[in-house]
Nanobody, 124 residues
């Protein structure tokens, strides 16, 4: 059974940066498509970014394009989300996710492995 363990989030000022990590055990992330989602108390969990397995490509929601970068280190079996130029609307609980598929999906139900979630708070 694949388990995903996220790093602690944090409190960051507007315009600041934060990197989230998500380490996998019980499975090889290099053979999966990985993604990050986020959720606020009033909203559904939404897609943020994905890194597909086959012909590795990255995909981002429009609002984070150019500010966030998804990546992975296969030697550490870990995925990352580098978040720069953070905005108040980026505050949420962030979840890492993985699926055994060549291609990415923006749908929550298409991912079978999930991290526990980590809080990112943005201060103005």
């Amino acid at each position: 059974q694949v388990q995903l363990l996220e790093s602690e989030g944090g409190l960051v000022q507007v315009g600041g940066s934060l990197r989230l990590s998500c380490a996998a055990s019980g499975g090889d992330l290099s053979t999966m498509t990985v993604a990050w989602f986020r959720q606020t108390p009033d909203e559904e969990r939404e897609f943020v970014a994905a890194l597909s397995w086959l012909r590795p490509s990255t995909y981002y929601r429009t609002s984070v394009q150019g500010r966030f970068t998804i990546s992975r280190d296969n030697s550490k079996n870990t995925m990352y989300l580098q978040m720069n130029s953070l905005k108040p609307e980026d505050a949420a609980v962030y979840y890492c996710a993985a699926r055994r598929s060549f291609n990415y999906s923006t749908l929550r139900q298409d991912y079978i492995y999930w991290g526990q979630g980590t809080q990112v708070t943005i201060s103005s």
